[in-house]
Structures are given as C-alpha cells and as structure tokens.
C-alpha cells in the first residue's frame, strides 16, 4: 500500500554513484519557493534515496529560516519496502531513464504557456530560461485564444496509424527521424 510520510532531511541519503549531474543549482529551488514542494521522494525504509535525488540536494541547499518558511523541516517521502538491493539499483537507473522518453508536445506547451501569460508566469516561472523557452517555440504561428472546436457530430473521431517494428533503440530513433522529417505524426511506443 503506497503511503507517504514525513522525513526529516537528514534521515535520506544519496548513492554514492549519482546516476545525473545537475549543473542548474538553484532552479529548482527557486521553483520550490515559488510554487512550494509536492512530489515526494522515494527511498527505501533505511533512507536511501531511489528517486529524487535533486530535489533533495535542492530543499537541503536552502537556508534552514528559508526552508522553516516553506515548511520543509521534513520532506514528504514515498516508503519503496520490499525490494532487494538490485532491485532498489535496477529502479533508480530505469527512473532516471524515463525521463529521456517523453518529448514535448510544442504545440500543446505553446498553448499552456500563452494561457498562462496573463497570469503573469514566466519561463523561469515554468522551469525554462527566456532564451530555453524561445528556442523551444520558435517556428510555431501565432495561436488564438479560442480551443480547439470539437467534431461537428461529437462523435469519437477515428485515426489510423502503421506501427512499426524495429531492431532496438537506435532503429527506432532512426525510423521516428525519417518519418518526422516527411512530415509524419510520430509516436514513439515501447512494449
């Protein structure tokens, strides 16, 4: 049963072999005093951290008043009981990876950033640089403020679609490129 306690920081330690380095100190803390802490560590029953790692080394580096001030004394954790030491390794690898296989969606982000503007949110606001946020949307027309219109009859719409198989990773980069390239709607699915 997934359950989710309160830890004080020092009860959580990292791998000694960090599997990402995070050059950007501090943009997560600021997004953390902006926005607050909500997505909980997951460590095992000893304390240590199987994903999390930054926002950990994040909350810590924040100066004791400031994390008092936010409430973080303590740092919400996710118990992970019951796996064996390799298991506890394997997950933290395949964790860290998933970040790698979503892509963004530019059109979708171009409108939740613009929907969001009045509201006087920044790209830094959102976890970009005004220079990350504009080379991400450059290229994109100008969107208007209406949403999509639904289909005419409500109905589901039907869509096709061709999946391929390939070799590995790599194929699969190199057939997703191609297609994308010829102006396809790719989706990369792993099964």
């Known amino acids: 049963m997934l359950r989710i306690e309160q830890w004080p920081l020092e009860r959580l330690h990292c791998h000694t072999r960090a599997l990402r380095r995070h050059g950007q100190s501090g943009r997560l803390a600021g997004l953390i005093q902006k926005h607050g802490y909500w997505v909980p560590i997951l460590a095992t029953s000893d304390g240590q951290v199987i994903d999390g ?40 690898v395949a964790l860290n ?30 976890g970009f ?35 391929v198989i390939c070799d590995g990773e790599a194929h699969q980069k190199e057939v997703y490129e191609a297609l994308a390239a010829q102006g396809y709607k790719c989706r990369v699915v792993v099964t």
């Open 129 to 163: 640089t005004a220079k990350e946020m504009a080379k991400l949307l450059e290229g994109l027309g100008p969107l208007d403020d209406s949403p999509p219109a639904p289909p005419a009859d409500n109905r589901y719409k039907e869509q096709y679609g061709v999946i």
């Open 53 to 92: 790692e930054y926002r950990l080394a994040e909350v810590a580096a924040l100066a004791p008043a400031e994390r008092a001030r936010l409430g973080l004394e303590t740092i919400p954790v996710i118990p992970c009981d019951g796996l064996s030491p390799a298991q506890v390794r394997a997950l933290r």
């Open 97 to 126: 990876k998933s970040q790698e296989w979503a892509e963004w969606d530019l059109e979708a982000l171009a409108r939740e950033v613009h929907d969001l503007a009045p509201q006087d949110f920044t790209a830094e606001d959102l």
